[in-house]
């Protein structure tokens, strides 16, 4: 239960963070790629559900493979490495020639593509956020006290200054 709590603590701290542009970099790149990631992961479910049916039907000898939901929990632990070896070994004594094939091709498959396509989308986060301050729009040239244009004011140079409504007031607050 404290370390519940201890948890709670440290995930509230980080609201705090956000003040700073140089310690706010992790939690908004968690945030700006956190639905992202979402959507791949639903993009890869009927890839690993495809999977797991075919690892049932062809190594439905071993007991890793015997039922749906632990064919699903041994190709999330293939995902990320941890079971290789032991897989391969339970499975070549299913058959040989496929456990070989299929170790060897999803772990190609997991490092050199899946892995890769996270990464990509966790730097491409990274980098946006470490280039953006979250009070980028206080000093976007739109709100810019020389150029607010206020209606009513009799000016000789109308066209110099720009309007602002509250819609693009509203706009700027909502990018920050």
């Known amino acids: 239960m404290f370390g519940f709590a201890n948890f709670l603590i440290w995930v509230g701290i980080t609201k705090y963070l956000k003040y700073s542009d140089s310690l706010n970099i992790l939690p908004a790149t968690s945030i700006r790629v956190g639905l992202p990631i979402a959507k791949q992961l639903i993009a890869t479910l009927p890839i690993v559900i495809g999977l797991a049916f075919f690892m049932i039907s062809n190594f439905g000898g071993s007991w890793r493979f015997n039922s749906f ?86 000016d000789a140079d109308e066209d110099q200054g720009r309007e602002v409504t509250s819609e693009m007031f509203l706009a700027g607050i909502k990018k920050a």
């Open 69 to 154: 939901h632990k064919g699903l929990i041994m190709i999330w632990a293939l995902w990320y490495s941890d079971e290789v070896q032991n897989v391969y070994h339970e499975l070549i004594q299913v058959n040989f020639l496929l456990a070989t094939l299929f170790c060897y091709g999803w772990a190609f498959f997991v490092a050199n593509i899946i892995h890769n396509v996270f990464l990509a989308m966790v730097e491409d986060g990274y980098v946006h956020q470490s280039r953006v301050s979250s009070f980028d729009w206080l000093n976007d040239e739109l709100n810019d006290p020389d150029e607010i244009h206020i209606e009513g004011e009799d």
